[in-house]
């Protein structure tokens, strides 16, 4: 199975600043990687697609890089609705699998 | 527009079973993968299978083989998990969640999910 790591954790940071979450695969993958965003008690909500692509309806702030085993998702200027859980995940291959999230809150 | 709405909260003893229903509208229903995922409470995202709704095919993550089947009832565009031999670290919360044309492992629209309790 193909391992993804997310770093951080979890974030901590300002209205208006610059956040970026790494993802790290255990091999290769192209750029088969999606970003998901997930609010308390709800589903996640689809971001971002072949590392890079922005899901239609998804604001301009939020952006994804990388290829091969690294991946960036950076939020350009953070908003107050942006506090959630973010997941990496890799389409290459079955089983898919996720990073362990990180949190992103709100100074 | 596409909505995908599941059946309502389950509690199982271990040892059960359980199938929870994933209900479609606003697509053709036969046109693109479905994916379970499964979220245990305060943990994250943990993918179990797919199934090819068109022709009943599935792939199952070897970590729920033997112990899932999923399912479909194309008259009623709906898709089913089952997943038997309950354990309490299956209580989770259930997804369903569609796939798009040409990218079939990427799980774009989600339905509300199904939270199932496993306890004695």
């Known amino acids: 199975d193909i391992q993804m790591t997310q770093s951080p954790s979890s974030v901590s940071a300002s209205v208006g600043d610059r956040v970026t979450i790494t993802c790290r695969a255990s091999q290769t993958i192209d750029n088969f990687l999606n970003w998901y965003q997930q609010k308390p008690g709800k589903a996640p909500k689809f971001l971002i697609f072949?590392?890079?692509s922005l899901q239609s309806g998804v604001p301009s702030r939020f952006s994804g890089s990388g290829s091969g085993t690294d991946f960036t998702l950076t939020i350009a200027s953070l908003q107050p609705e942006d506090s959630a859980i973010y997941y990496c995940q890799q389409s290459y291959s079955t089983p898919l699998t996720f990073g362990g999230g990180t949190k992103v809150e709100i100074k | 527009q596409v909505q995908l709405v599941q059946s309502g909260a389950e509690v199982k003893k271990p040892g059960a079973s359980v199938k929870v229903s994933c209900k479609t509208s606003g697509y053709s229903f036969t046109g693109y993968y479905l994916h379970w995922v499964r979220q245990a409470p305060g943990q994250g995202l943990e993918w179990m299978g797919w199934?090819?709704?068109?022709?009943?095919?599935?792939r199952y993550a070897p970590k729920f083989q033997g112990r899932v089947s999923m399912t479909r009832d194309t008259p009623i565009n709906t898709a089913f998990l089952d997943v038997s031999g309950l354990r309490p670290d299956d209580t989770a919360v259930y997804y369903c969640?569609?796939?798009?044309?040409?990218?079939?492992?990427?799980?774009?629209?989600w339905g509300q999910g199904t939270l199932v309790t496993v306890s004695s």
């Open positions: 199934i090819n709704p068109k022709s009943g095919g599935t």
């Open positions: 072949s590392a890079s």
């Open positions: 969640a569609r796939a798009v044309e040409e990218r079939y492992y990427d799980a774009v629209y």
